[in-house]
């Protein structure tokens, strides 16, 4: 695997009371790439996420990333959310987390907050400077409401649009805050057929025009094998397997633990 | 044809139904007097048939409206929404309000002017509810900070009106950063009981502490502000007032405006929307909640300060739980985040009961009704919340 690493877990460790949700987990992503967790309901997988984003403070191991624009190992475990936003690691949530009181461009427009700087004296002067920077946080989310064909809701609040619209809208919104890594958790959960091939498409084209790197979760085993270059495998917060989706679907522990005897892929 | 005659025959039966059911409840309170003194009952049968047949027709005009509403509201609103009457309904405001003083009594100016105060108290409220959507009911101890600061400052080292003015501004909001910081961590429910709280707290430390606050008794004598050094009569204090808080409150809504639609006051509106979203997409929590609490906490200071010049005595009293309600009410009816639904909340809710004075004892009863009646047509507050229309500009 070419490239850089970008993110690193060190025997990651959480723990709930008695519960391990993670289990010392080793987990390497490489630049532009596009890597997958699977695993049953309860393996841990989103608590990894909540891990690596800062949600959680893990009870043991660290997480190093290195954001390619800087080349600079950093340990990111222990830092407040908004601080690892700031670094780079972007995120998506498993029930849509939009603000739904907001326009769809607003919300795009938070995703520029942390590369931005305006504060409360500039909010009420409105110097030049601060009109300045407004514009180009308006223009920089146009312009992704464009590539994510949204552009026609932009006034719209973001509650009113369709399941599919909020997921892609959800993703623009990550995007927005210029991520090097962008983590999906279930991004294609209760997409037909149709919008989860224009989902595949959409990511293929974060990955290959905005070099972002995608670390996702999801049950559709189709929309899995289809996407990733690397798939890891995680059971009762262990991981359990790793590797390219022909050497998942012939892993006899991934069988056993998830993918079932009988599946045909 | 046929239809509509059923359909009104339908309203009807309906309203008369509705009517009876009125009168029957409102029997108990409406119809028996008891005179405990010459031991009488007193049996009043016509104020029954008043209710029956108000409720008839208040019922009636109800269910003729709610059903003929949508042909009729849309042409109207559409003016409404236009820049056109916007401008102009903003200039007459405007020449209204300055103008104001000149026509109307010193009664009537005082009323005005505290409907203003309560305008600002709003509009700083609603930053930290309307835009934060943090549930704060303690909001009374800023305006109280604010109103002793003055008084205080006055009484000790006798310190003017324009000096004490930014002065309770900051310590009103150094307070809502102390507020803020234990609460940072609540939510909802939770925090609404720490804020009444702390509102509680600072009321009962001005009527405890006797050396410093004089107690129950309050601060007498506040002086009033002066213009440009000359000390003004009473009467001409009372236009004078008024215009400083005409000046506060324009200056309020311009700061309010540009807050809200700046990168704090999205900030502000993620917060209010999903906090852990907020945090994914890089907001410091943490901050953002102070600022909120802290700019919210200056304008209460500041018509603190206003508060004690115009009345010049202040007491514990006159900054109950009961202030902090009525502020808040404001705030939930006029339509949380919007600035003109604030000032139209906070005329409703302070101008009403005044000019309701001339039905006397049924004063609140009729306070209270129009509230529900607000509230039970337009769930949302008066005005919803309107966001910014964004154009392509390229």
Excluded at chain 1, 33 to 62: D, H, Q, R, W
Excluded at chain 1, 215 to 232: A, G, P, R, W
Excluded at chain 2, 303 to 318: E, H, M, Q, S
């Amino acid at each position: 695997m070419a490239g850089n690493k970008i993110v690193e877990t060190e025997k990651l460790t959480m723990q709930f009371g008695g519960l391990k949700a993670i289990d010392s987990v080793d987990i390497t992503l490489y630049e532009k790439e596009v890597a997958s967790i699977i695993g049953p309901n309860g393996a841990g997988k989103t608590t990894l996420f909540n891990c690596i984003t800062g949600m959680y403070v893990p009870t043991g191991g660290t997480i190093f990333i290195n954001n390619p624009n800087k080349n600079k190992k950093e340990k990111i475990s222990g830092l407040k959310p908004n601080l690892i936003t700031r670094k780079g690691v972007a995120r998506t949530f498993q029930n849509i987390r939009l603000f739904k009181n907001m326009t769809v461009l607003e919300n795009v427009m938070i995703g520029r907050h942390s590369r931005s700087e305006a504060g409360i004296l500039s909010a009420i002067l409105r110097n030049k400077r601060t009109r300045l920077e407004e514009k180009r946080i308006v223009d920089y989310s146009l312009d992704i409401l464009n590539r994510v064909n949204l552009i026609k809701f932009k006034n719209e609040f973001a509650k009113n649009l369709s399941y599919g619209d909020q997921k892609r809208l959800e993703i623009a919104r990550a995007m927005a805050t210029e991520p090097f890594i962008i983590l999906l958790d279930e991004p294609a959960a209760g997409m037909n057929l149709k919008e989860t091939y224009e989902l595949m498409d959409f990511l293929r084209e974060i990955k290959e025009h905005w070099h972002i790197a995608i670390l996702l979760i999801d049950h559709d085993m189709h929309f899995v094998m289809n996407l990733s270059e690397k798939i890891i495998v995680m059971d009762y917060g262990k991981k359990i397997a790793e590797g390219t989706p022909s050497e998942i679907k012939e892993n006899p522990l991934v069988i056993k633990a998830y993918l079932g005897e009988e599946t045909a892929i | 044809m046929k239809k509509n005659i059923l359909n009104s025959f339908n309203h009807i039966k309906h309203s008369i139904i509705i009517s009876l059911w009125f009168m029957f409840l409102t029997f108990p309170i409406i119809v028996i007097k008891v005179q405990p003194y010459e031991k009488k009952i007193l049996w009043r049968w016509d104020n029954m048939i008043l209710v029956g047949v108000c409720v008839f027709f208040l019922s009636f005009l109800w269910r003729f409206y709610s059903n003929s509403e949508k042909e009729i509201t849309i042409p109207k609103l559409r003016f409404f929404e236009s820049d056109k009457f916007k401008k102009i309904s903003l200039f007459f405001l405007f020449v209204f309000s300055l103008l104001f003083p000149f026509i109307f009594s010193n009664y009537q100016i005082n009323i005005m002017t505290t409907a203003i105060m309560y305008v600002v108290l709003g509009l700083g409220l609603n930053i930290v509810v309307g835009l934060a959507g943090l549930l704060d009911l303690g909001y009374v101890a800023f305006y109280a900070i604010g109103a002793y600061s003055y008084a205080l400052l006055n009484y000790y080292f006798g310190i003017g009106f324009w000096l004490s003015l930014p002065i309770a501004a900051i310590l009103a909001a150094l307070a809502g950063v102390i507020l803020g910081f234990p609460v940072l961590r609540l939510r909802g429910d939770y925090l609404a009981i720490v804020t009444l709280g702390f509102g509680e707290i600072i009321r009962l430390v001005l009527e405890n502490w006797d050396k410093f606050s004089f107690g129950p008794s309050g601060i007498s004598q506040i002086s009033r502000p002066s213009f440009f050094g000359v000390e003004l009569s009473p009467d001409l204090s009372v236009t004078y007032i008024y215009f400083i808080t005409l000046l506060l409150v324009v200056f309020t809504i311009f700061m309010v405006n540009r807050l809200q639609n700046s990168r704090i006051g999205r900030a502000w509106l993620a917060l209010r929307e999903d906090e852990i979203a907020c945090q994914a997409m890089g907001i410091d929590k943490t901050r953002t909640k102070l600022r909120a609490f802290a700019l919210g906490a200056t304008w209460a200071g500041m018509v603190g300060v206003i508060f004690a010049a115009k009345t010049t005595f202040i007491n514990p009293a006159c900054f109950t739980f009961m202030e902090s309600a009525i502020i808040l009410s404001i705030v939930v009816l006029g339509g949380m985040g919007s600035i003109f639904g604030v000032v139209l909340g906070a005329f409703i809710l302070i101008l009403l009961p005044e000019y309701l004075r001339e039905l006397g004892n049924y004063r609140m009863l009729a306070f209270g009704a129009s509230m529900v009646l607000i509230m039970v047509f337009r769930p949302q507050g008066l005005i919803s919340n309107i966001r910014k229309i964004y154009t392509e500009e390229k």
